[in-house]
């Protein structure tokens, strides 16, 4: 077994914004910093090396260090590794992105959630369909 050694600023360590997993998944992340082909890490590998059992809460902890300026990532197709970057004018498009991503998914869900919800009242007779008059 070789040992090898990450530096890691001790602004990191004193955050105490940040939890103990979201410091540990930015040392992971940025031990990959130097790849040729950029930072591609899948959320599997981090769930494996940190211990988090959810995807979403994963996630959430992604977030929270994106939300600090540390790091920003891209899904470019689903069930594909992220690319995370550290560089400020990347951090920024990336983030503009997902905003209009998520917000994109968010509008799709609540329209669904609202075609359900009316054809639950259709089929409890709790709203009736309008014929137009025949003349």
Same mark, same amino acid.
């Given at each position: 077994m070789s040992w090898t050694f990450e530096?890691?600023?001790?602004?990191?360590?004193?955050?105490?914004?940040?939890? /103990?997993? !979201?410091?540990? &998944?930015?040392? &992971?992340? $940025?031990?990959?910093?130097?790849?040729?082909n950029g930072i591609n890490v899948s959320n599997?590998? &981090?769930? $494996?090396?940190? @211990?988090?059992? /959810? !995807?979403?809460?994963?996630?959430?902890?992604?977030?929270? &260090?994106?939300?600090? @300026?540390l790091v920003a990532r891209h899904q470019p197709k689903r069930n594909k590794a992220n690319n995370y970057t550290f560089e400020r004018n990347k951090m920024q498009e990336i983030i503009r992105m997902n905003n209009g991503k998520r917000q994109r998914i968010s509008k799709s869900i609540k329209a669904g959630i609202r075609h359900k919800k009316l054809s639950q009242e259709i089929n409890n007779g709790k709203v009736i369909t309008i014929n137009p008059k025949v003349r």
């Amino acid at each position: 077994m070789s040992w090898t050694f990450e530096k890691v600023d001790i602004d990191l360590l004193d955050n105490l914004n940040l939890n /103990s997993h !979201e410091k540990l &998944l930015y040392i &992971l992340i $940025r031990r990959f910093q130097n790849c040729k082909n950029g930072i591609n890490v899948s959320n599997k590998y &981090l769930m $494996r090396r940190t @211990g988090i059992k /959810s !995807e979403v809460t994963l996630r959430k902890y992604l977030d929270n &260090l994106t939300l600090f @300026g540390l790091v920003a990532r891209h899904q470019p197709k689903r069930n594909k590794a992220n690319n995370y970057t550290f560089e400020r004018n990347k951090m920024q498009e990336i983030i503009r992105m997902n905003n209009g991503k998520r917000q994109r998914i968010s509008k799709s869900i609540k329209a669904g959630i609202r075609h359900k919800k009316l054809s639950q009242e259709i089929n409890n007779g709790k709203v009736i369909t309008i014929n137009p008059k025949v003349r």
